[in-house]
T-cell receptor
Framework: GENVEQHPSTLSVQEGDSAVIKCTYS??????FPWYKQELGKGPQLIID?????GEKKDQRIAVTLNKTAKHFSLHITETQPEDSAVYFC??????????????FGRGTSLIVHP | GAGVSQSPSNKVTEKGKDVELRCDPI?????LYWYRQRLGQGLEFLIY????????KSGLPSDRFSAERTGESVSTLTIQRTQQEDSAVYLC???????????????FGPGTRLTVL
């Protein structure tokens, strides 16, 4: 099955700095890579995703890059703000015969942005 | 509109008791997923429903775990004879049907925190 490794487990930055979270996956058949943000006491929320036919995707201050050959993908957050503080999860999946994606999640990165 | 809701938000039970956790997906979402999140861990897939059927229940950790879904809406996850290692947050998510072009983004509920004493 798929195995997703995520690093670092904790990331502490100053407000305004950039933050980078890296993930690797094992199954070359995986073709969908979502990133979720989980705030305390809440369920995860999708913030950005990328498919295997794309190398990079941006949405305002966040971007995701994918290297299929190396089987790794990264989340980049620029100009971090205190409200970016949360746990971030990467995931990798491919479409099941029924059509849905059942992702394998990384263990999460706790991002702390200091004012 | 309303998101995914789960109840109860917290459940404390004694070892050996049965518990039922409930999930109300977003209206119109035919796909429903259950995950388990242990403290400091990622999300562990348990079971996936498409409509009322469960094409993938490979993540259920033992026969003490079962889930059902009725009317393409509410789902219940039942844990029988709970053990201390069952303590975790149980998350439910729903998504649109893959046949309608959805199935990618999963919308999560706030979870049920289960503590087994």
């Amino acid at each position: 099955g798929e195995n997703v490794e995520q690093h670092p487990s904790t990331l502490s930055v100053q407000e305004g700095d950039s933050a980078v979270i890296k993930c690797t996956y094992s199954d070359s058949a995986s073709n969908y890579f979502p990133w979720y943000k989980q705030e305390l006491g809440k369920g995860p929320q999708l913030i950005i995703d990328i498919r295997s036919n794309v190398g990079e995707k941006k949405d305002q201050r966040i971007a995701v890059t994918l290297n299929k050959t190396a089987k790794h993908f990264s989340l980049h957050i620029t100009e971090t703000q205190p409200e970016d503080s949360a746990v971030y999860f990467c995931a990798a999946s491919n479409r099941t015969p029924g059509g849905s994606y059942i992702p394998t999640f990384g263990r999460g990165t706790s991002l702390i942005v200091h004012p | 509109g309303a998101g995914v809701s789960q109840s109860p938000s917290n459940k404390v039970t004694e070892k050996g008791k049965d518990v039922e956790l409930r999930c109300d997906p977003i209206s119109g979402h035919t796909a429903l997923y259950w995950y388990r999140q242990r403290l400091g861990q990622g999300l562990e897939f348990l079971i996936y429903f498409q409509g009322n059927s469960a094409p993938d229940k490979s993540g259920l950790p033992s026969d003490r775990f079962s889930a059902e879904r009725t009317g393409e809406s509410v789902s219940t996850l039942t844990i029988q004879r709970t053990q201390q290692e069952d303590s975790a947050v149980y998350l439910c998510a729903s998504s649109l049907s893959p046949t309608s072009g959805g199935g990618d983004e999963q919308f999560f509920g706030p979870g049920t925190r289960l503590t087994v004493l």
